[in-house]
């Protein structure tokens, strides 16, 4: 059964409008009677069978609401502006199927480019969300500052640098399970050494994703994955 998304979906107003109820209406071709599963992209899944349609909305009879809890650890991962936006979409669109609650774009001296498409990013988010069949959506944030991120308190801080003259262990290791994370994941160019020694300073611990050198989108995948595997197994 398809997923759909509608923010604002609640037993007072059970109605999907927009692009939700086009792909209801005009590209699903649903009929009244129909049965589907919609969330609000908060925890809550309805599972609703279809009352009445406009051209431009639907309205649904809510028969079943499941509240799905909230993860209880929180996996942030914050990297650099990529010089590619669908390099940066990829990111996202996995992330969010395996699992992530945070993404955050961040501009650094190694960023060649400075801005983000929001909207766009939002979208791909939701819509990986309902391929996946979640409903906890992601904030994706930004673009931020590099020293405005690493200002931010979590539970464990790691970044994913690593100077030729440092040994550091891999996320796997170092980990705790049910934390919260905050991972920092550098542009194409790397942080700088003032960048890498700034974030040391306010408690990142350096960390390894693998013997391979990786994209920063793959890293910062490797790191969401690594994440969910440590929680799985606790």
Same mark, same amino acid.
């Given at each position: 059964?398809?997923?759909?998304?509608?923010?604002?979906?609640?037993?007072?107003?059970?109605?999907?409008?927009?692009?939700?109820?086009?792909?209801?209406?005009?590209?699903?071709?649903?009929?009244?009677?129909?049965?589907?599963?919609?969330?609000?992209?908060?925890?809550?899944?309805?599972?609703?069978?279809?009352?009445?349609?406009?051209?431009?909305?639907?309205?649904?009879?809510?028969?079943?609401?499941?509240?799905?809890?909230?993860?209880?650890?929180?996996?942030?991962?914050?990297?650099?502006?990529?010089?590619?936006?669908?390099?940066?979409?990829?990111?996202?669109?996995?992330?969010?199927?395996?699992?992530?609650?945070?993404?955050?774009?961040?501009? !650094?001296?190694?960023?060649?480019?400075?801005?983000?498409?929001?909207?766009? @990013?939002?979208? &791909?988010? /939701?819509?990986? $969300?309902? %391929?996946?069949?979640?409903?906890?959506?992601?904030?994706?944030?930004?673009?931020?500052?590099?020293?405005?991120?690493?200002?931010?308190?979590?539970?464990?801080?790691?970044?994913?640098?690593?100077?030729?003259?440092?040994?550091?262990?891999?996320?796997?290791?170092?980990?705790?399970?049910?934390?919260?994370?905050?991972?920092?994941?550098?542009?194409?160019?790397?942080?700088?050494?003032?960048?890498?020694?700034?974030?040391?300073?306010?408690?990142?611990?350096?960390? !390894?994703?693998?013997?391979?050198?990786?994209?920063?989108?793959?890293?910062? @995948?490797?790191? &969401?994955? /690594?994440?969910? $595997?440590? %929680?799985?197994?606790?």
């Amino acid at each position: 059964m398809n997923l759909y998304y509608q923010p604002d979906f609640s037993e007072q107003n059970p109605v999907l409008s927009g692009t939700e109820a086009h792909h209801v209406l005009s590209v699903m071709r649903h009929q009244a009677g129909d049965q589907l599963q919609i969330t609000n992209g908060s925890g809550l899944i309805f599972n609703c069978a279809l009352s009445n349609k406009s051209s431009s909305a639907c309205t649904l009879n809510i028969h079943e609401i499941r509240r799905i809890p909230a993860p209880t650890y929180q996996i942030h991962i914050a990297i650099g502006i990529l010089k590619a936006s669908d390099r940066m979409e990829w990111f996202v669109e996995k992330a969010t199927e395996i699992g992530v609650q945070k993404i955050t774009f961040f501009t !650094s001296g190694n960023c060649e480019r400075k801005v983000i498409n929001l909207d766009r @990013l939002h979208r &791909v988010a /939701i819509s990986a $969300l309902k %391929q996946s069949g979640q409903s906890w959506l992601p904030i994706i944030a930004g673009p931020k500052r590099f020293e405005s991120v690493i200002a931010n308190p979590n539970s464990q801080l790691f970044i994913g640098y690593i100077p030729d003259h440092i040994h550091v262990n891999n996320l796997l290791n170092e980990a705790i399970a049910g934390n919260s994370y905050l991972v920092l994941i550098g542009p194409e160019g790397d942080f700088t050494p003032a960048e890498f020694k700034l974030a040391v300073s306010k408690g990142f611990r350096p960390i !390894s994703l693998g013997n391979n050198v990786m994209r920063s989108e793959t890293a910062a @995948l490797s790191a &969401v994955q /690594i994440l969910n $595997l440590i %929680q799985a197994k606790s």
